[in-house]
């Protein structure tokens, strides 16, 4: 049965995984775990391919439980496609895992060996949740591993759906098990649990930093982070400026901002600096606020009260250190939390406010004169997810491309851009290991060294 149905008006019961509820879940991964692994990857790939099926059949109904979820306009929802396509991916990958031999050592034949770990955890933010689900779990299971996946409490209605998809897809028992819950409790069992032995994590730094130590402090678990952004974009007198207020302006409105990569400082070169903000704020301002659920909508509120508020403390401060130039009195509407799409000018530096992470459709414009002052800018921060680089001037976009601390650096491009061959992760605080099309499998697998000693004949 559908877990949501728009004509029926019901309400959707999520339930709250308890504490022993998440200790059974990793029993039931553990135990389906010899079974999963013993199957050849053609096998395996066989349940992921129908998983990917029938995530395009729900296509309509995942974009409507997002939208009820955490307020992403349905006109801009596309993770079911991209899900799928993971699946479809990964599904044809397990022959890529593959060991090394050697004769180096005289008198032996040695051979490494890779081998799933068991069971991997799973643990997924409420902004774009399908798509970091299933970047995890689909390399994660073409490994042979099982998995534990905990959705965010935020957003559990896409996460809850993908269970009853993968039920229909007729997995064993105990392959993908799927909770809702908490993070001081579901994913707080899942950090400290000695039969997980890998986690693979999306959120906040701040998580990222408490699961790294449950790790430390329970089974030294192989951990996988992929945490927040504060990105800068810099655009140069020789750029498109066009195309560089196009994308800068797309990277920051998306999702109403709650986008790990938006690029949400910008340094524009003084000489374009008015001509760039006049025509960023136009179509900045331009957006179509309102219920995500129609089909014009392309600005939906924030996911919920506590974004909402952390959002507006931000714009209140942010009033205090720079100008604003865009942006009014953020009204709670009758029906969600908005924020209008907000520009500040003229920040300094050393403002909180160019440090933290927002996640709101907030950005700070300020400009440069030099190179090396952007650069100095640009790398002033913890974070370093992604840095975009606007310049005609092919030496100055590779010294640049070298020079910024970022896991991802687009040359005339920004986030959300991104290729599936190349490795997506964080410099600094935005993270620990990288994940992508051609390096998630080895995230799931240990190597083994088996020595062979050879008689002489
Ligand atoms: P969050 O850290 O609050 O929560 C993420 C997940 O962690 C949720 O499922 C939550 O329940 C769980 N959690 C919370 N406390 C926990 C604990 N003590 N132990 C284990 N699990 C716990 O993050 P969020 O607010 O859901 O997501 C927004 C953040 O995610 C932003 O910082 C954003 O930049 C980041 N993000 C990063 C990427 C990336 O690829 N680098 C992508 C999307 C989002």
Redesign the pocket.
């Known amino acids: 049965m559908d877990i949501y149905d728009p004509n029926a008006g019901g309400s959707i019961l999520v339930y709250e995984a308890s504490e022993d509820d998440t200790n059974a879940a990793v029993a039931a991964a553990k135990a389906a775990f010899p079974a999963w692994s013993a199957l050849s990857p053609v096998e395996r790939g066989s349940y992921l391919k129908k998983l990917a099926e029938l995530m395009l059949e729900s296509h309509d109904e995942l974009s409507q439980l997002e939208a009820l979820s955490m307020g992403r306009p349905v006109s801009t929802y596309f993770e079911s496609i991209v899900v799928a396509e993971a699946f479809n991916h990964y599904a044809e990958a397990g022959f890529q895992v593959l060991g090394t031999s050697s004769l180096n050592t005289p008198g032996f034949m040695n051979m490494t060996i890779r081998q799933p770990y068991g069971v991997v955890a799973v643990?997924?933010?409420?902004?774009?949740p399908l798509?970091?689900l299933g970047d995890k779990a689909a390399p994660a299971l073409i490994a042979g591993n099982t998995v534990v996946i905990?959705?965010?409490?935020?957003?559990p209605l896409t996460s809850a759906k993908f269970a009853a998809l993968v039920e229909k897809a007729g997995f064993p028992p105990g392959v993908i098990n799927i909770i809702s819950?908490?993070?001081?409790t579901?994913?707080?069992v899942?950090?400290h649990h000695m039969d997980v032995r890998a986690l693979s994590?999306?959120?906040?730094?701040?998580?990222?930093r408490?699961?790294q130590e449950?790790a430390s402090r329970s089974n030294l678990k192989n951990v996988v982070?992929?945490?927040?952004?504060k990105s800068p974009a810099i655009i140069f007198p020789d750029a498109d400026i066009e195309q560089a207020v196009e994308e800068t302006e797309h990277s920051i409105q998306r999702n109403s901002g709650?986008?790990?990569?938006a690029n949400s400082r910008i340094y524009v070169h003084e000489s374009i600096a008015s001509t760039f903000i006049e025509l960023f704020n136009k179509k900045f301002a331009a957006v179509t606020m309102g219920d995500p659920l129609f089909p014009s909508t392309t600005h939906g509120p924030q996911?919920d009260g506590i974004?909402f508020k952390q959002v507006q403390a931000y714009i209140e401060e942010g009033k205090k250190s720079g100008k604003l130039a865009l942006g009014t009195e953020s009204t709670e509407q009758k029906n969600g939390f908005f924020i209008r799409p907000t520009v500040f000018l003229e920040t300094p530096e050393s403002a909180r406010v160019m440090k933290e992470?927002i996640?709101g459709p907030v950005v700070h414009i300020n400009t440069f004169k030099e190179e090396e002052e952007v650069i100095s800018k640009a790398n002033d921060t913890e974070f370093g997810?992604y840095a975009a680089v606007y310049t005609n001037d092919i030496s100055r976009a590779i010294r640049m491309a070298k020079r910024l601390e970022a896991g991802t650096v687009g040359v005339n491009c920004t986030s959300p851009t991104g290729a599936r061959d190349m490795p997506?992760?964080?410099y600094k605080a935005?993270?620990i290991g990288r994940?992508g099309w051609t390096v998630s499998i080895e995230n799931y697998l240990e190597v083994k060294s088996v020595l062979i000693k050879v008689k002489d004949a």
């Open positions: 643990i997924i933010p409420w902004n774009v798509l970091f905990k959705s965010s409490e935020k957003a819950g908490h993070g001081q579901s994913g707080n899942l950090s994590f999306t959120g906040s730094a701040r998580t990222g408490l699961i449950a982070l992929e945490l927040g952004g709650q986008v790990c990569m996911a974004q992470e996640f997810l997506f992760g964080g935005s993270g994940e």
